[in-house]
């Protein structure tokens, strides 16, 4: 059943816009940071507003959503340089307006043929490396998809070519952007890390300190990667001298004769080829599909978890009112369903999950039974156990739980809708923050560690673990690029970084907007919570004031910052659409409409 009330209220512009505006930054200078717009004809959100500036004009001058969509990532790649770039990989979720179908593109990063299920096990020990002696090494590397994604959407869905829309990043590499505080406290978070290597060292550290707040930074040697490509074509990465510097990279650490500040590890380097590079290619795989309260939500299938966890959560969610329910028990049912979804999804999902399995994941026979775990009354002690998913239903059984580990954070995310209806939705990565901390000397870009989302060693008992390492194998992701159709129309589209609890942000905000009657920006800022089947909720100190103490017992939180940097973009049925971006988290997005308020 269509959702009417829900598609077609008129959301009044002042509750769209209360409560949101941030403060103009006297410094640093640059773009208009807005985290609403509303309006007509096109719209971009980021995490950055170069970067939405850079999507904005190319929409304008008749551009489509793919094409800016690129050329914002490809900004994304200077300004955000420790969450994205053609070091690192993604997922690109894409609405086509005139077939009214959904398509995905798979830019992960994939595990090279040296890659074995013990390569993160250190041979002098016979145990796991620790998280950051993996991560700043050249085992983490995975080779690159971000650089083939761009392209493979330009040819597929794009009306530009790549040399066009890599064209304003170049352009913002060369002249410089100024630095704002959440640049200069990434690199201050990774300033032992990037001590270590000559190339990282010579870009970000410069005279051995983080770039001042309100200075402007220049990456030319970026610049310079961006026109190169532009002229010759992705096979300079895959195939030509930047994939040999890649590679060079990797098997020889540019570590620093003189480093700034010293790192507790040995810095390994890894096997990493050139046939590496030339065998990879994207993938288009089927979007997952979950019907919600008559809603068509779209999400990323494997090897990221998003589509799977997102849609179980959903369907086990759809078992209840939550719209009647008040606000403490609508959140009680959020966390628990989120729980339920993430043990199956640590369990069964991976690279290499079967179909008829996630087929069964989905399904909503399978969160039916899922759901009727959820005592309303109590919390499930935590871990709680996977489900079976093989089709058949036995009713509310539990059986003993297996480990959680946890994922860091360092990607961005972006959404782009353009006057044809249209819709992108982006989220790329170089994982960590900082990625594995190895700039390419003379080619301005980090390297991605994503192949630390791999477990190190099983993690499930006695049973299989999905998500082991192996030779092109694609490590397990939870970035979750979701857009939701109502009657095969857009609706919604947004995602997240912030590495597992992108699953609990990207389904918190679909409940409080699809059912809890707040507004996508509101949906947006509102405090968070991620339930991830720990035995602790991490939650945002908002969330905990808010929610804590009326919620049934036996949830324990504990407290974190900040959790995630959203962007989405609402379709009013009017026409209008609603740009949405965070209000403050991690230092506040941007968000931008073609044109403003509506044709009236
Ligand atoms: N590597 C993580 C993933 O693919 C993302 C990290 C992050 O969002 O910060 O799920």
Redesign the pocket.
Known sequence: MRPRALVTATIALATLVAGTAIPAQAKPAGPPKEPVAVGYGGAVSTVDATATAVGLDVLRRGGNAVDAAVAAAATLGVTEPF?AGIGG?GFFVYYDAKSRRVHTIDG?EAGPASMSETTFIDPATGAPYRFDEARISGLSVGVPGTLLTWQDALDRWGTRSLAQVLKPAARVAEDGFPVDETFAGQVAGNQAAFGQFSSTSALYLPGGQPPAVGSTFRNPDLAETYRLIAKRGTDVLYRGEVGRDVVATVQHPPVAADPVGSWPYPIRPAGMTAADLAAYRTRFPEPTRSDYRGLEVYGMATP???GTAVGEALNILEQFDLRSMTATQAMHRYLEASALSFADRNRYVGDHTPRNVLRELLSDAYAKERACLIDPSAALPKPVAPGVPDGTYGGCTAAAAADVRD??????NLTVADRWGNVVEY?L?I???GGNGMVVPGRGFLLNN?L??FNFAPTQGTATDPNLPGRGKR?????APTIVLADGRPFLAVG???????ITTVLQMLVNRIDRGMTLPQALAAPRASQRNGASTQAEPAFITGYATGLPPGHTFSSTAEIGAATGIEFLADGRLVAAAEPVRRGGGAAAVVGRWGRD
């Open positions: 969450s990989g992960r990221s978890s998003g994922d860091r954070t360092g990607t961005t989220t990565t994982e960590a923050t994503e630390t989302d490590p397990r992701s939870s970035m997240s970084p912030g590495g597992a609890t992108i």
